[in-house]
């Protein structure tokens, strides 16, 4: 069998030790171009007190490779195969691709991992281990373990709450062990969406990153550690359950998929493969990202035709392209404590069905979507009435109210297919093009059949998922989870964007979405205009600030429209056409964000990927320290293209804090080279605090 392994795409590359019949890897990083080093000359020496032989970790940590750390997986027979010795037993590769199935005879346990590397460097995990031995074998844990150079000494992963999602924190590596466990039953508000590792004071343009991303709507850990040894590892994985993954002879688990991006250029550098990854996916979404209009922050749940009528003519004026229909419009649902389940139009409100709405809507040339929740279920509704046995729960015992709601137990077929049923029927009988599904709760202590089902209920929720999309491919799906706490790789896989959170105020967003894009391109990214004083914080923010901050995602409006002064209509309408004559240079260009001298401001855009054009915000976040900001320096453009910078948008007076404008905001424009724009920069007006402005560039 041959002794090493070595992927290479687009400036990364994979160095794999097969030496000893394990599997080690060796390099994860920088393209070590056409002289592979030989393994040998890496390998440590011996200490005292340590295993007599170098103890390099495997790709699946183990105590019986010498590892000391946290195993890559566990899981026991009772007495027996607690701690597996996996050797290698069959090598398939190419040069982007590696399958190596390891086994442990004795024990009966066979693990096959696939290394993928994608042209855009981002490199696919996927591990299966079958029983292949007798009786059950009960598995705990089959992680993903990638080791990370000893230079790499700073951490950083996300965290966040319900309207305050995506959240950085960063720590140095010291030795021990960082774990951010999700046991939401759901990706959660504070999942970390990345763990990632990097040289000291990575930022977004500088440093060495590695960042592991786990694509898995269910419960799952990510951590970075660093042993005794010194070695540094940051590894993902589901977490699973007691008793919850207990495999039969012959029976396989497979891993939810892993994305592993190394970048030697700062965060960009990360956000760049995953960016390129997903738009190269067959399903990723390609037709222009029309505006939203969504009812929620607009009547909540004060369904009433005429007002929505209304609602849907202000929006078309306005060139709203889909007008979704938020929650309340079910049976019972008249507020949130009922309904859930039944899934059938209230006659109470809807006398004639939903048809009188949708004939409006679509003959305003617009698309109409639907909110839905299927996952759940309301004690009071119909279903929970006729069938209390589909609630999930830890056996007799009903696990806490979450909104007044419970989880319905879609592991057992029965509730499966009535919900299928139900969304299959209301999918056939409107003109939906977009459903808003939505989660509205973490899911504690599912159960089926006495069992722990977490696991198997993320797989069922992923299979109606798939299923309604099969039977009706035109259908658009949004994943909304109370905001952003169902936002990862494993949802994205069967859906068309994200609701990045439950907060509009547009600086809580700038934060959030900055953040998700980290991984998400902002296409699949849900960023609205909300009401000038934000439902969620009481914060007021001016129209322009609102509308700038939606601009770099998937545009929307979540406001009473029906009531606008004629300056906001106009303000609303120029801002929207902005957005659709610019989406196309949004949804497909390369993201940059720029690093600024402090935290006050911030500043960010997008770059056409032929450089020949960009739109780039300024936003102020707080006052500044300095009376003059400093200049926006603004890389990743042509260096030696002469760019003209003009305001998209025209400038919000009122957002300006100094007495004159730099001088050539009153030229109209300003044309500076690339490597000028980056090198030196260009004068930024000094802005109120929670303003902002947006830059147009063309290269001339
Ligand atoms: C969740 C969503 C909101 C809205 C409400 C409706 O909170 O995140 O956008 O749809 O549910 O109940």
């Given at each position: 069998m041959i002794d090493r392994l070595y992927l290479c795409a687009a400036g990364v590359s994979v160095l794999l030790d097969l030496r000893d019949?394990?599997?080690?890897?060796?390099?994860?990083?920088?393209?070590?171009?056409?002289?592979?080093?030989?393994?040998?000359?890496?390998?440590?020496?011996?200490?005292?007190?340590a295993s007599d032989q170098p103890a390099p970790v495997s790709l699946i940590p183990q105590a019986s490779r010498g590892w000391r750390g946290t195993p890559g997986v566990t899981g026991d027979r009772g007495s027996r195969d607690y701690s597996l010795r996996l050797v290698l037993q069959d090598v398939e590769a190419d040069e982007s691709r590696a399958v190596l199935t390891l086994s442990d005879e004795a024990a009966g346990i066979r693990v096959r991992t696939t290394l993928a590397l994608a042209p855009s460097g981002l490199l696919l995990i996927d591990n299966e281990l079958e029983n292949t031995g007798e009786g059950d074998f009960r598995l705990a844990s089959l992680d993903t373990s990638l080791p990370v150079p000893a230079h790499a000494t700073e951490a950083l992963d996300l965290t966040g709450r319900w309207a305050r999602e995506k959240h950085p924190q960063r720590r140095t590596i010291d030795q021990g062990t960082w774990v951010r466990s999700g046991r939401h039953g759901r990706t959660g508000h504070d999942s970390t969406l990345v763990i990632a590792a990097g040289t000291p004071g990575f930022s977004w343009r500088s440093g060495e990153v590695w960042a592991l991303h786990l694509g898995w709507s269910g419960d799952h850990a990510s951590r970075v550690e660093r042993a005794g040894d010194g070695q540094k590892v940051i590894a993902v994985g589901e977490l699973l359950h007691p008793g919850e993954l207990v495999l039969a002879p012959g029976e396989t688990y497979r891993s939810p998929r892993a994305f592993a991006a190394y970048s030697g250029h700062g965060l960009d550098g990360v956000s760049e493969r995953f960016h390129e990854w997903m738009r190269a996916r067959p399903g990723h979404p390609s037709s222009p990202r029309p505006v939203v209009l969504n009812t929620w922050e607009a009547v909540y749940f004060n369904h009433d035709l005429e007002v929505l009528r209304q609602l849907a003519d202000a929006a078309a004026e306005l060139g709203v392209e889909r007008f979704v229909l938020d929650d309340g419009w079910f049976l019972g649902r008249r507020d949130d404590s009922a309904g859930l389940g039944d899934w059938f139009v209230d006659p109470d409100v809807w006398p004639q069905g939903l048809t009188p709405l949708t004939d409006h809507v679509v003959s305003r040339g617009m698309q109409f979507g639907l909110w839905v929740e299927p996952e759940m279920i309301n004690e009071d509704s119909d279903l929970a009435r006729a069938h209390p046995d589909w609630i999930s729960g830890p056996g007799d015992r009903r696990s806490l109210r979450w909104r007044h709601q419970q989880v319905l137990d879609l592991v057992n077929p029965d509730a499966w297919q009535y919900i299928y049923d139900r969304l299959d029927a209301l999918l056939s009988e409107y003109p939906i093009s977009y459903l808003k599904w939505d989660q509205n709760r973490d899911q504690l202590e599912l159960g089926h059949d006495g069992r722990s089902s977490t696991h198997e209920q993320t797989l069922a929720a992923y299979r109606m998922f798939d299923a309604l999309r099969a039977a009706h491919p035109g259908v658009e799906i949004e994943s909304c989870s109370s905001g952003g706490a169902r936002v990862d790789l494993g949802i994205l896989e069967r859906t068309d964007r994200v609701w990045a959170s439950d907060t509009n105020d547009a600086l809580e967003?700038?934060?959030?979405?900055?953040?998700?894009?980290?991984?998400?391109?902002?296409?699949?990214?849900?960023?609205?205009?909300?009401?000038?004083?934000?439902?969620?914080?009481?914060?007021?923010?001016?129209?322009?600030?609102?509308?700038?901050?939606?601009?770099?995602?998937?545009?929307?409006?979540?406001?009473?429209?029906?009531?606008?002064?004629?300056?906001?209509?106009?303000?609303?309408?120029?801002?929207?056409?902005?957005?659709?004559?610019?989406?196309?240079?949004?949804?497909?260009?390369?993201?940059?964000?720029?690093?600024?001298?402090?935290?006050?401001?911030?500043?960010?855009?997008?770059?056409?990927?032929?450089?020949?054009?960009?739109?780039?915000?300024?936003?102020?976040?707080?006052?500044?320290?300095?009376?003059?900001?400093?200049?926006?320096?603004?890389?990743?453009?042509?260096?030696?293209?002469?760019?003209?910078?003009?305001?998209?948008?025209?400038?919000?007076?009122?957002a300006v804090a100094h007495r004159a404008l730099p001088a050539w905001f009153d030229a109209g424009s300003a044309a500076m080279s690339g490597r000028a724009l980056e090198v030196l920069g260009l004068a930024m007006p000094g802005l109120h605090p929670e303003q902002a402005i947006v830059l147009k560039l063309t290269a001339v």
């Amino acid at each position: 069998m041959i002794d090493r392994l070595y992927l290479c795409a687009a400036g990364v590359s994979v160095l794999l030790d097969l030496r000893d019949a394990d599997v080690r890897l060796v390099h994860w990083g920088a393209d070590l171009g056409e002289q592979v080093p030989d393994a040998t000359a890496l390998e440590p020496s011996v200490p005292h007190s340590a295993s007599d032989q170098p103890a390099p970790v495997s790709l699946i940590p183990q105590a019986s490779r010498g590892w000391r750390g946290t195993p890559g997986v566990t899981g026991d027979r009772g007495s027996r195969d607690y701690s597996l010795r996996l050797v290698l037993q069959d090598v398939e590769a190419d040069e982007s691709r590696a399958v190596l199935t390891l086994s442990d005879e004795a024990a009966g346990i066979r693990v096959r991992t696939t290394l993928a590397l994608a042209p855009s460097g981002l490199l696919l995990i996927d591990n299966e281990l079958e029983n292949t031995g007798e009786g059950d074998f009960r598995l705990a844990s089959l992680d993903t373990s990638l080791p990370v150079p000893a230079h790499a000494t700073e951490a950083l992963d996300l965290t966040g709450r319900w309207a305050r999602e995506k959240h950085p924190q960063r720590r140095t590596i010291d030795q021990g062990t960082w774990v951010r466990s999700g046991r939401h039953g759901r990706t959660g508000h504070d999942s970390t969406l990345v763990i990632a590792a990097g040289t000291p004071g990575f930022s977004w343009r500088s440093g060495e990153v590695w960042a592991l991303h786990l694509g898995w709507s269910g419960d799952h850990a990510s951590r970075v550690e660093r042993a005794g040894d010194g070695q540094k590892v940051i590894a993902v994985g589901e977490l699973l359950h007691p008793g919850e993954l207990v495999l039969a002879p012959g029976e396989t688990y497979r891993s939810p998929r892993a994305f592993a991006a190394y970048s030697g250029h700062g965060l960009d550098g990360v956000s760049e493969r995953f960016h390129e990854w997903m738009r190269a996916r067959p399903g990723h979404p390609s037709s222009p990202r029309p505006v939203v209009l969504n009812t929620w922050e607009a009547v909540y749940f004060n369904h009433d035709l005429e007002v929505l009528r209304q609602l849907a003519d202000a929006a078309a004026e306005l060139g709203v392209e889909r007008f979704v229909l938020d929650d309340g419009w079910f049976l019972g649902r008249r507020d949130d404590s009922a309904g859930l389940g039944d899934w059938f139009v209230d006659p109470d409100v809807w006398p004639q069905g939903l048809t009188p709405l949708t004939d409006h809507v679509v003959s305003r040339g617009m698309q109409f979507g639907l909110w839905v929740e299927p996952e759940m279920i309301n004690e009071d509704s119909d279903l929970a009435r006729a069938h209390p046995d589909w609630i999930s729960g830890p056996g007799d015992r009903r696990s806490l109210r979450w909104r007044h709601q419970q989880v319905l137990d879609l592991v057992n077929p029965d509730a499966w297919q009535y919900i299928y049923d139900r969304l299959d029927a209301l999918l056939s009988e409107y003109p939906i093009s977009y459903l808003k599904w939505d989660q509205n709760r973490d899911q504690l202590e599912l159960g089926h059949d006495g069992r722990s089902s977490t696991h198997e209920q993320t797989l069922a929720a992923y299979r109606m998922f798939d299923a309604l999309r099969a039977a009706h491919p035109g259908v658009e799906i949004e994943s909304c989870s109370s905001g952003g706490a169902r936002v990862d790789l494993g949802i994205l896989e069967r859906t068309d964007r994200v609701w990045a959170s439950d907060t509009n105020d547009a600086l809580e967003r700038q934060t959030i979405q900055r953040w998700t894009g980290l991984v998400l391109p902002p296409e699949l990214v849900g960023t609205h205009v909300g009401p000038g004083t934000s439902h969620t914080t009481g914060r007021t923010h001016a129209l322009s600030f609102r509308a700038i901050t939606a601009l770099f995602g998937h545009f929307g409006v979540e406001w009473d429209v029906r009531a606008l002064t004629d300056g906001e209509r106009k303000e609303l309408g120029a801002a929207i056409a902005f957005y659709k004559a610019n989406r196309a240079l949004l949804h497909s260009g390369r993201a940059v964000r720029i690093d600024r001298p402090d935290e006050t401001d911030s500043a960010y855009g997008v770059i056409a990927q032929d450089v020949s054009e960009a739109l780039v915000a300024y936003v102020a976040l707080a006052t500044s320290p300095d009376e003059a900001p400093a200049r926006l320096r603004i890389p990743g453009l042509d260096p030696d293209r002469l760019y003209e910078v003009s305001p998209g948008l025209q400038i919000d007076r009122h957002a300006v804090a100094h007495r004159a404008l730099p001088a050539w905001f009153d030229a109209g424009s300003a044309a500076m080279s690339g490597r000028a724009l980056e090198v030196l920069g260009l004068a930024m007006p000094g802005l109120h605090p929670e303003q902002a402005i947006v830059l147009k560039l063309t290269a001339v």
